[in-house]
């Protein structure tokens, strides 16, 4: 069956650091392009990184660009989300998803059940 | 950037009705946008891809058109389980973008 989990939220102070997974199963992990998602409390989707499918091309949201980093290890099956200088506005429950297939146009189908990032002095 | 704009924010309506959520973009999109449901707790679910294609196992009575700047999700014989808030997203370009949401009550 296939799954993606994350992991590695927490309460953080502002300016400090953090790492999310996103372990991926049931799938060819490498043939597919992932994402990152977040919702703040209360509040809609914001679309935060993309990693592509095989040319490993990223983009980030300008929100995070030059904070945030997506990368991931294809020998775990695992996406990352390292996220540096956070924010209190970085509050949010961060969902990873993959790409439908078929390329990074046709929808995210294929969601994780969301970790909890609280920055907060 | 490209900016999405849903409408309305709520809607509510009754068993058995029909109601139609619109999305703009800010440019053309061609015919590249997805459609989410996303229920309370829950990760959002994807309704239809490419404007107008549904994903596989979502029922009929969800619908998509448009292409361009204008996008209408359209859903037939509402049902309890609907209710929801059902979000647009553009992927056109990067970064992709989603609408504000737009949340659906049963009356």
């Known amino acids: 069956q296939v799954h993606l989990v994350e992991s590695g939220g927490g309460v953080v102070q502002p300016g400090r650091s953090l790492r999310l997974s996103c372990a991926a199963s049931?799938?060819?992990?490498?043939?597919?392009?992932l994402h990152w998602v977040r919702q703040a409390p209360g509040k809609g989707l914001e679309w935060v990184a993309v990693?592509?499918?095989?040319?490993?091309?990223?983009s980030y949201a300008d929100s995070v660009k030059g904070r945030f980093t997506i990368s991931r290890d294809v020998s775990k099956s695992t996406l990352y989300l390292e996220m540096n200088s956070l924010r209190v506005e970085d509050t949010a429950v961060y969902f990873c998803?993959?790409?439908?297939?078929?390329?990074?146009?046709?929808?995210?189908?294929?969601w994780g059940q969301g970790t909890t990032v609280s920055v907060s002095s | 950037d490209i900016q999405m704009t849903q409408s309305p924010s709520l809607v509510s309506a009754s068993v058995g009705d029909s109601l139609t959520i619109t999305c703009r973009a800010s440019?053309?999109?061609?015919?590249?946008l997805a459609w989410y449901q996303q229920k309370p707790g829950k990760a959002p679910k994807l309704l239809i891809y490419?404007?107008?294609t549904l994903q596989s196992g979502v029922p009929s009575r969800f619908s998509g058109s448009g292409s361009g700047t204008d996008f209408t999700l359209t859903i037939t014989s509402l049902q309890p389980g609907d209710v929801a808030t059902y979000y647009c997203?553009?992927?056109?370009?990067?970064?992709?973008?989603f609408g504000q949401g737009t949340r659906l009550d049963i009356k």
């Open positions: 998803a993959r790409d439908r297939g078929g390329g990074d146009r046709y929808g995210m189908d294929l």
């Open positions: 049931g799938f060819a992990f490498s043939a597919y392009g």
């Open positions: 990693l592509s499918d095989e040319e490993n091309i990223e």
């Open positions: 440019q053309d999109i061609s015919k590249w």
């Open positions: 490419a404007a107008s």
């Open positions: 997203q553009q992927a056109n370009s990067f970064p992709f973008t």
